[in-house]
């Protein structure tokens, strides 16, 4: 802000009208009456002092496509952007408050799941920090995905996570930029390439924006669609028998953005995914047209000044959907069009796992999309020539089997993506060579300098700046210049590493925060944890090939070990987790079952106490990552090797002075390299050994029968000690461990074992250990999401 003064004179003067209009003083507000008090002055300071929208550069504005946005609470965020934070909390302190207490008031948006969505808020963050023109455009929730709560057996249990969507007081609402998308219907053939698609019903799209405020930057939108029908009840279709359909217009538009990501397990969740998909992409689409060419702009010209970015293949759609856009309401020619559309998309792949590249079946994208199927079917066709042209005979089939956008009747988005874009990027190094040499090697062929890296990046704004305030006080006093705006300037504490007085001062910000998250854990689950233990940390969503059963393993091996030695010393741990399964995830649940249930042994046996405790926080999101990662000594990034496209959490947990404890993995490279190798710690088997176990025939059982202490951790698990005596319990997971184990869990658990004792060893020398944490913070700034945004800029969005 430019004028400090103007903002606390405003503040006094809009406390006195807002105290006058509810006829209190301002020791009779409520914590909740400061919070909507600090949200309306926070808003009214935006509005004066920042420009919307940045100004042109060399680079294209960036329409960012994303299913999920998991921006967190942003009153906090915004007072710091603002440069007001601490204004905000002199004013509230001078009548008795605290302006921590009253950010509580605030809930996360539920409008994401996990490092998907926090990803997409982090790079909005810094897009309009660095005065990147864009506009994010998701999807309006009305409860996310779901709040996660536990059983009494420690099962996961989904309900709605209502956030008061329509009462956030950080939106607006914007009528004037209605949609209307349709649905279904008919297809007509007006001769040659012209087509006339005939929707049979329609469904209308509002947008609510939410200001995304960029740190001494400008204010960009995060555009949210929302579902509704004008038509409340068809009482003619009621009338003539069709019940149904009288109702559909209604239904479909109420189920549209009621939940992200709806369960797919059935025909009618994966009709209303699709739905759901389509509708986000037609708003958007729409929306960025009617912008440009309202600026008088030509269609071709929409290359030069736009770039549409898709997060993944969820938005996979708005390609065919701009083509239909072109053809049948611009009435242009396929090559034109084709010429537009593919210079206009950029695609970042986010995965590996071949179960994870959404496909669609040809018969649903029939009915719910059908002039999209056939525009697909060119795109596939003409795909086909330019295969058929670069391949030889002996080569085509399988290069055909690996490209083709249609095949087996599916529809293949991943590769809809690929074909349609201009650019396509992975997300760490090792993630997007393994793009070009495992997963698309044909089309790295086809489409030469189409492939590209973007490292991911986290704000500082967030992830340090608010979420470490104390940590950020002592770079602020040790470091010139604003290493906010500039995370490479972290740099400057390396030589402090080894300063006696610089390893006090953050030893003990670390234990306030450990102290801070510990009265979290009691609050939460009535569990009361040993401080001055290690902080073990694995926070993400649960799949199994990020192997938090790798992790469970290990603890209920510990405890029969300090069960069968009581009297031996160990160095006292508190293995912390969080994190949401999919509600269709067997296994994953299975998974958080088993933790809960180990937790439960564990954590009332007084042989342990001191020694060993498991905490499972619920309800992992975005404001609870918060208090967690400032406290956490270790950081578990344990997937196997070639599974994780990158992850964030690892780099947050880093730059806070958490040590990796990972896999070769994803961003675990980089931060190694950075880091120095010497002050993470590494195990476990890499993506050619890997190759290589699976090539000689991957058997786990071999593992449980050679392994003394891993056979008598899955027999804990199978014979009902942590099941209440119930040995069906965790039979499921027991027998994928042991006759599948796809994500060989079993064969890296020996040197799991030997990376944890390492663990150990390291931070009895707390000399060592913290110099080790300084160092990770010092060196990782490399990280920040506004690296990643700049060699976005340079690799990808630039101007030709």
């Not at 506009?135 to 008061?164: A, I």
């Not at 056939?374 to 030889?392: G, H």
């Not at 055909?400 to 988005?413: C, F, G, I």
Request: proline share 3%; charged share 20%.
């Amino acid at each position: 802000m430019t004028n400090l003064t103007s903002f606390q004179t405003m503040a006094e003067q809009a406390l006195h009208e807002y105290c006058e209009r509810l006829s209190l003083q301002p020791k009779d507000l409520s914590t909740t009456m400061w919070y909507q008090f600090i949200a309306q002055i926070s808003q009214q300071a935006i509005l004066q002092n920042f420009p919307k929208n940045a100004p042109l550069t060399n680079t294209r504005k960036v329409n960012y496509l994303s299913m999920e946005f998991l921006i967190g609470r942003l009153l906090g965020n915004n007072l710091m952007s603002l440069g007001v934070y601490q204004d905000a909390e002199s004013l509230l302190a001078k009548y008795g408050q605290n302006l921590v207490d009253v950010l509580e008031q605030e809930r996360d948006p539920s409008l994401g799941n996990g490092g998907l969505g926090r990803l997409a808020a982090c790079y909005l963050d810094s897009m309009a920090s660095l005065a990147q023109p864009a506009v994010g455009y998701g999807l309006h929730y009305q409860y996310g995905l779901f709040k996660q709560g536990f059983g009494s057996t420690g099962e996961q249990r989904e309900t709605g996570d209502g956030w008061n969507r329509d009462f956030y007081l950080q939106q607006h609402h914007r009528p004037e930029l209605q949609q209307t998308v349709g649905f279904a219907g008919d297809v007509l053939h007006c001769g040659d390439d012209r087509y006339e698609w005939q929707p049979a019903w329609a469904i209308f799209g509002e947008a609510f924006d939410l200001p995304v405020v960029g740190y001494k930057g400008v204010q960009q939108p995060l555009r949210l669609w929302q579902g509704y029908s004008e038509t409340a009840f068809d009482l003619a279709q009621f009338n003539d028998g069709d019940y149904l359909l009288a109702e559909s217009k209604v239904v479909d538009a109420s189920k549209l953005t009621k939940v992200l990501y709806p369960n797919d397990n059935h025909q009618e969740g994966k009709e209303l995914r699709l739905m759901q998909q389509y509708f986000h992409c037609a708003c958007s689409i729409a929306d960025i047209l009617r912008e440009h060419l309202a600026k008088g702009r030509s269609l071709q010209q929409l290359p030069e000044f736009e770039v549409i970015q898709l997060n993944d293949t969820h938005p996979a759609i708005a390609i065919p959907e701009l083509m239909r856009v072109l053809l049948d309401q611009h009435q242009l020619h396929w090559e034109d069009a084709w010429a537009i559309c593919s210079k206009t998309f950029a695609y970042t792949n986010h995965t590996l796992l071949p179960e994870a590249l959404e496909q669609w079946d040809q018969p649903l994208l029939a009915k719910m999309l059908p002039r999209h199927l056939i525009i697909i079917d060119r795109i596939n066709n003409e795909l086909y020539q330019q295969v058929k042209a670069e391949f030889s005979e002996d080569e085509f089939s399988q290069a055909w089997q690996e490209t083709a956008v249609l095949m087996n009747n599916k529809v293949r988005m991943a590769n809809l993506c690929v074909v349609g874009s201009f650019a396509v990027n992975g997300v760490a190094q090792i993630h997007s060579d393994l793009v070009v040499s495992d997963l698309f090697p044909a089309y790295a062929r086809l489409f030469k300098g189409r492939f590209h890296n973007v490292t991911n990046g986290i704000t500082p704004r967030r992830w340090i700046r608010q979420s470490n305030p104390a940590l950020s006080q002592l770079l602020d006093q040790h470091i010139q210049g604003d290493w906010t705006k500039d995370l490479e300037l972290l740099r400057q504490i390396e030589p402090l590493a080894k300063d006696p007085q610089f390893q006090t001062a953050y030893r003990q910000i670390k234990q306030q925060n450990k102290q801070v998250l510990a009265q979290v854990i009691q609050e939460t689950i009535g569990l009361k944890v040993n401080e001055n233990a290690i902080f073990d940390v694995q926070i993400k969503r649960f799949h199994e090939y990020k192997r938090q059963h790798l992790n469970l393993l290990n603890i209920i091996a510990t405890y029969q070990e300090l069960k069968a030695n009581p009297t031996q010393e160990c160095v006292p741990r508190v293995f912390i987790f969080a994190g949401k399964a999919a509600p269709g995830y067997f296994m994953a649940k299975q998974i958080i079952q088993a933790i809960n249930g180990v937790a439960k042994v564990v954590n009332s046996d007084p042989d342990m106490q001191g020694k060993l405790q498991v905490a499972f926080l619920p309800d992992y999101r975005v404001s609870l990552a918060e208090k967690i990662i400032p406290a956490a000594d270790v950081s578990e990034q344990i997937s196997l090797a070639g599974k994780e496209a990158s992850g964030t959490g690892n780099m947050k947990l880093a730059l806070n002075g958490a040590i990796t404890l990972g896999t070769l993995d994803g961003a675990n490279v980089e931060i190694a390299e950075y880091a120095g190798e010497e002050n993470v710690v590494i195990f476990g088997h890499t993506v050619d050994s890997i190759r290589q176990l699976r090539t000689e025939g991957y058997v786990s059982k071999r593992y449980y029968e050679q392994d003394e202490t891993l056979r008598k951790a899955i027999d804990a698990l199978a014979d009902g000690t942590f099941s209440d005596g119930e040995t069906e319990r965790f039979e499921a997971l027991v027998n994928d461990m042991l006759h599948h184990d796809y994500f060989c869990v079993l064969a890296d658990f020996a040197s799991y074992r030997q990376a944890q004792q390492e663990i150990a060893k390291r931070y009895q020398n707390q000399t060592a250990w913290v110099e080790a944490t300084i160092l990770n913070t010092a060196r990782l700034g490399t990280f920040s999401s506004d690296r990643s945004i700049r060699d976005y800029q340079t690799r990808i969005w630039h101007k030709d």
